[in-house]
């Protein structure tokens, strides 16, 4: 399968609202409040529009979307930047044919380059560690939310990367909304 992988250009926005709404439509989880945080997320001080990416099968057609966030570990002596994986989503037409995978791929190649020593997301522990995310407890990084247990994962993009980084994973105010 042939799809391309950009950063997100304003033409996309309404595809995208619509794939994370089917995406996250039969999960129990949700609160259908997904595409306004996206839209708030957009509108921080910390959007990094080449952060966000959609996933292409031509031109014209969206069929999946990721965003990442900086966000804050703050520990005893130090504060880390890492990024937050949220949301990921995949048209259901697409699903289960790899293209989550090859989209978080493409972001985690993206962070790695400008320097950041990992991503942090909230999801599914059977689809993120199969992806080489592991529970944040391992690297003594707490969640500032309340997250079911073993929900709250983290990758190094580089090894020792997380070494001594341990402490609290604090959010921007727009993850107050979700």
């Known amino acids: 399968m042939k799809l391309s992988f950009e950063t997100i250009q ?3 926005f309404d595809q995208v609202d619509q794939i994370v709404t089917d995406a996250f439509a039969p999960v129990a989880e949700s609160h259908g409040r997904e595409v306004a945080f ?17 996933a292409k099968p031509d031109t014209d057609s969206v069929v999946g979307h990721g ?9 005893n002596r130090h504060t880390t930047k890492i ?3 949220a949301p990921l989503a995949v048209h259901p037409d697409w699903q289960a044919q790899g ?15 400008e320097g950041y020593p990992a991503i942090s997301v909230v999801g599914d522990s059977n689809y ?8 944040a407890e391992e690297f003594s990084i707490h969640n500032s939310r309340m997250v079911p247990m073993g929900n709250h ?10 070494a001594h980084v341990g402490g ?11």
Not at 38 to 54: A, D, G, I, K
């Open 67 to 75: 965003i990442l966030t900086p966000v804050t570990v703050r520990g």
């Open 83 to 85: 990024l937050a994986l």
């Open 10 to 12: 304003p033409t996309d």
């Open 128 to 135: 993120y560690g199969q992806r080489g995310y592991v529970m």
């Open 38 to 54: 996206l839209h708030q997320l957009r509108n921080t001080y910390e959007y990094q529009p080449s952060f966000e990416m959609v």
């Open 99 to 113: 293209v989550g995978s090859r989209l978080l791929s493409e972001l985690e190649v993206r962070a790695r380059l």
């Open 153 to 162: 994962l983290i990758k190094p993009l580089t090894p020792g990367a997380l």
């Open 168 to 178: 609290m994973l604090e959010y921007p105010s727009a993850f107050d909304k979700i």
